[in-house]
């Protein structure tokens, strides 16, 4: 290692030295002498290379934003259709709710509202496909598959 000071070149040596023997991967070298000179040169390995700090990027809801995402999953529009919508995760949707006081809704009672129903009907009879209607209709595939079962008998 020409070049390097007695104290440099001594270091690096038993830093790879170190690695060999504590290791469980070979060429594991680079990425640790990289981060050792980034930490002479005063960069740490919790920069962020995007520049975008996590508190940027965290989507953080208004109380009237609250309110209407409240109001619109009492109007009958799914979690994920609500996480879509507010740009949110959608256990987020659900901490919301809960701290709103609003009883979730199971699987099983998720309904169509009477405008998706009769819409729905009308595309099925036309042949469309229940991804097609769903997707038509803003809501879910299985919700979908499960209004029209009930209503139609299962023979759809």
């Known amino acids: ?72 999953y009492q109007g009958g529009e799914s979690i994920y259709e609500l996480g879509r919508r507010f740009g949110i995760h959608r256990t987020t949707v659900s901490e919301h709710l809960k701290r709103a006081g609003v009883q979730t809704r199971g699987a099983k009672e998720r309904k169509l509202t009477p405008e998706q129903t009769k819409e729905a009907i009308r595309l099925r009879q036309e042949g469309m496909s229940f991804a097609r209607i769903a997707t038509a209709i803003g809501t879910t595939e299985y919700a979908v598959r499960r209004e029209l ?7 759809i």
């Open 149 to 155: 079962g009930l209503l139609m008998g299962e023979a």
């Open 1 to 72: 290692m020409a070049g390097l000071s007695p104290v440099t070149y001594l270091a690096t040596r038993h830093t790879v030295d170190l690695l060999r023997t504590y290791s469980n991967s070979q060429g594991s070298e680079k990425p640790v002498l990289a981060l050792i000179s980034d930490a002479a040169r005063g960069k740490t390995p919790r920069e962020n290379r995007n520049k975008k700090s996590l508190q940027n990027r965290v989507r953080r809801l208004s109380e009237s934003e609250i309110a209407d995402l409240v109001e619109a």
